[in-house]
Nanobody
Framework: VQLQASGGGLVQAGGSLRLSCAAS????????MGWFRQAPGQEREFVAV????????DYADSVKGRFTISRDNAKNTVYLQMDSLKPGDTAVYYC?????????????????WGQGTLVTVSS
C-alpha cells in the first residue's frame, strides 16, 4: 500500500484545513486508518483514527471537538478536517494504515505510512 498525504499549508489561527490521504496498490477498506503528527523537536503523536468499518473513531484529547476524521472507501481516501486551528497544531501530519492494530493510538501497530504533509498555523 502506498499512501500519499496532501492538503497541508499555512493558515492563520482559527482557520481550517482538510488533509487527504490517498492510497494506491491496495484497497483501504479493511484497514484502520490513522493520522499522526510530529512537531519540531518532538516525538510523533497520535491524532485520530477511524476503524475499517466506520463510524468508529477516536481522537487525541488535544484535537477532540476540532478535528474530524472520515473515509471514502470508494475513493480509497481518508480525510482529516481540521477546524479552529491553533499554533500548537503546527506539525508534519502523517497518515497510516493498520490491518489489525492492538492499540490504535500506538504508531508501531501501523503497517504503512504516508510521507507527511506540513501544517503551519500562525498566530
Amino acid at each position: 500500500v502506498q499512501l500519499q498525504a496532501s492538503g497541508g499549508g499555512l493558515v492563520q489561527a482559527g482557520g481550517s484545513l482538510r488533509l487527504s490521504c490517498a492510497a494506491s496498490g491496495r484497497t483501504l477498506s479493511s484497514y484502520h486508518m490513522g493520522w499522526f503528527r510530529q512537531a519540531p523537536g518532538q516525538e510523533r503523536e497520535f491524532v485520530a483514527v477511524i476503524s475499517w468499518n466506520s463510524p468508529s473513531t477516536d481522537y487525541a484529547d488535544s484535537v477532540k471537538g476540532r478535528f474530524t476524521i472520515s473515509r471514502d472507501n470508494a475513493k480509497n481516501t481518508v480525510y482529516l478536517q481540521m477546524d479552529s486551528l491553533k499554533p500548537g497544531d503546527t506539525a508534519v501530519y502523517y497518515c497510516a494504515a493498520a490491518l489489525t492494530p492492538r492499540q490504535v493510538r500506538r504508531e508501531y501497530d501501523y503497517d504503512y505510512w504516508g510521507q507527511g504533509t506540513l501544517v503551519t498555523v500562525s498566530s
